[in-house]
């Protein structure tokens, strides 16, 4: 993996951090694992739109510390009330679901 240098206004810096010191955890770990929620996030997005449309859409994804660890992406009907209909499943060392 190559090194990335990221540059952030002081305070936002400052809320990173916060948020690293109360998960117990270095800022470099938090990030990455802010952006993997968000890849996965993004990929079950793109699955949905290019199999279901418009009419599914999907939350903030969950990581599950199971034997492979997986991220649980909840699945909502787009419209009003939105109802959950289902998860989508990513092994989160492979990205597959």
């Known amino acids: 993996m190559r090194p990335l ?3 952030l206004p002081d305070y936002l810096y ?3 951090a916060q948020q690293a ?3 117990e955890t270095s800022l470099e770990d938090l990030v990455i694992f802010q952006l993997r ?3 996965t996030r993004d990929t079950a997005s793109s699955f949905l739109q290019r199999t279901a449309g418009r009419c599914l859409t999907v939350r903030e994804p969950i990581f599950k510390e199971a034997i492979p660890p997986v991220w649980i992406v909840p699945v909502f009907t787009n419209v009003a009330p939105p109802l959950e209909v289902g998860v989508i499943t990513v092994d989160a060392d492979t990205g597959k679901s």
């Open 21 to 23: 010191q109360m998960h």
């Open 37 to 39: 929620r968000d890849e």
């Open 5 to 7: 240098t990221i540059s």
């Open 14 to 16: 400052k809320k990173l």
